[in-house]
């Protein structure tokens, strides 16, 4: 028998073998010819010991159990490093063989150890542990608390960033930031940008992220100077604050694509949500934010292309999709811009709902919801930000098995390899989470019941796993 995690190799002499992965058996005995047997195996090996982009080069920082030093690897086997500032230093990646740095839950700050700003490295990935639990905290250090000069294909995700000059300073570099939150910075260098800085022809990709109480002179969120133009999608940005632009400054030729995001609650001397050159905005809502001039939006010389959005201002709506009316933002358990819906029992629909300019699927929306009730988007894409279905309070599955289960796993599986896929079975979707505040009440005031419902589902998965391998 050969092992070597996650892959387990068990011969046996009439030639057969069986093949795990990860703890899963995947192939069973006697069907693999000699020469497939080669096939799997050369194609494995490489992430096997780890000379592939899969589990190689995966390093690791906790701000209580690791120690910086020489004797420390940032490996489970020799020890977790204690700041993401010495590992930035001792990780480097390359095209074929990118490094992750993975941060454990806590908050990274000057009194830890942590030495502002962090200087990103090319083909390097910095994933933290979760947005809500991860903290990385300038406590006002000048400079930034990210930084990247002229630097490769890096990425941030699962952070709160906060309390910099600065968020992230871009400058000749395009990242991929995912699920972040940027909260509480100041502009960085002559005042550009809060949240984020792109400048010099800086175009990241910007995804599933939250701006909140930043400020600035230029960008209380975001800034993009000199021909930078990032793709930004389903973002919030509120109670933002800046001279030019609240929400977003765009400057110097600089034209993102923004889609499906809400800017609400920003203030600013001129474009409360977005001063401009020329983005083009799609399926956004822009409403509540205040100014002196262009509460929502203002245009420097060019004009943004702007197409099914939800404006509070003259001059969109009525054409290209666009509307002006009250999108009756609700709270829910993960902030306060899901959208009223009848279904999800409140008394009136949205006007942004079913309003946008492609379906959720096309859209890759379909896994994220606007309904307080956890249904996903479905149909023609609503307009604005999308909360993460799987993040929601009210879904039993999570309440029983846990977020990271075996059981969890397969059945969101079914949930979006099947039932998403017919009519009926995206009826049931609705229909689940429609029910699932129920249950789940139910489930915290009855141990009996929670039990009950855990031996029905397990009865159910035998031959839900049967199906799917027909």
């Known amino acids: ?192 940008g809060g949240g984020i800085v792109n400048n010099d022809s800086s175009s990241p990709t910007i995804t599933n992220c939250t701006f909140s109480g930043n400020s600035a002179l230029y960008g209380g969120g975001m800034c993009n100077l000199n021909s930078s133009s990032p793709t930004i ?82 001059g969109y709506a009525g054409s290209n999709g666009n509307i002006r009316q009250d999108p009756l933002f609700v709270n829910g358990s993960l902030g306060e811009y899901y959208l009223s819906q009848i279904l999800a029992g409140q008394e009136v629909d949205s006007p942004c709902v079913d309003a946008g300019s492609d379906t959720a699927v096309n859209l890759n929306m379909n896994d994220k919801i606007t309904r307080t009730d956890c249904v996903p988007d479905s149909g023609v894409v609503d307009m604005g930000y999308h909360y993460p279905v799987d993040a929601c309070d009210l879904c039993p599955t999570l309440r029983i098995f846990g977020e990271n289960s075996e059981e969890t796993e397969f059945l969101r599986n079914i949930r979006d390899e099947v039932l998403r896929k017919t009519p009926e079975g995206q009826e049931l979707i609705r229909l689940y989470y429609q029910w699932s505040p129920v249950i789940v009440q139910a489930i915290e005031e009855d141990e009996g019941f929670k039990e009950g419902v855990k031996k029905m589902i397990d009865g159910i998965l035998p031959l839900l796993i049967v199906k799917s391998n027909k």
Not at 54 to 62: E, G, H, I, Q
Not at 159 to 178: D, E, L, M, Y
Not at 258 to 283: H, K, R
């Open 1 to 192: 028998m050969f092992t070597k995690t996650p892959l387990l190799i068990q011969f046996f002499e009439e030639g057969g073998i069986n093949l795990f992965w990860g703890g899963k058996k995947m192939i069973r005995k006697g069907i693999l010819s000699k020469l497939f047997l080669v096939l799997c195996i050369s194609l494995l090996l490489p992430f096997v010991l780890g000379h592939g982009n899969v589990l190689a080069d995966n390093y690791y920082v906790n701000a209580v159990l690791g120690t910086d030093g020489p004797s420390y690897g940032g490996l489970p086997s020799v020890g977790a490093w204690k700041t993401i500032t010495y590992a930035l230093i001792q990780v480097s990646g390359s095209v074929g063989n990118p490094a992750t740095i993975n941060v454990a839950a806590g908050t990274y700050n000057p009194t830890l150890g942590e030495v502002f700003p962090l200087n990103m490295e090319d083909y390097v990935s910095l994933q933290g542990d979760g947005q809500e639990t991860t903290i990385i905290d300038a406590d006002d250090t000048y400079g930034g608390v990210i930084t990247s000069d002229s630097v490769n294909d890096y990425s941030i995700g699962g952070f709160t960033i906060q309390n910099g000059h600065a968020g992230v300073f871009n400058n000749n570099s395009s990242p991929t930031i995912t699920n972040c939150t940027f909260s509480g910075n100041r502009g960085g260098d002559r005042g550009f």
């Open 233 to 314: 999608t389903n973002c919030t940005f509120s109670g933002n604050s800046a001279l030019f632009g609240g929400g977003m400054c765009n400057l110097n030729s600089s034209s993102p694509t923004i889609t499906n995001c809400t800017f609400s609650g920003n203030s600013a001397g001129y474009g409360g949500g977005i001063l401009n050159s020329s983005p083009t905005i799609t399926n956004c809502i822009l409403w509540g934010n205040t100014a002196d001039e262009g509460s929502e939006i203002y245009n420097l010389g060019s004009l943004p292309t702007v197409s099914y959005c939800d404006i509070d201002q003259d």
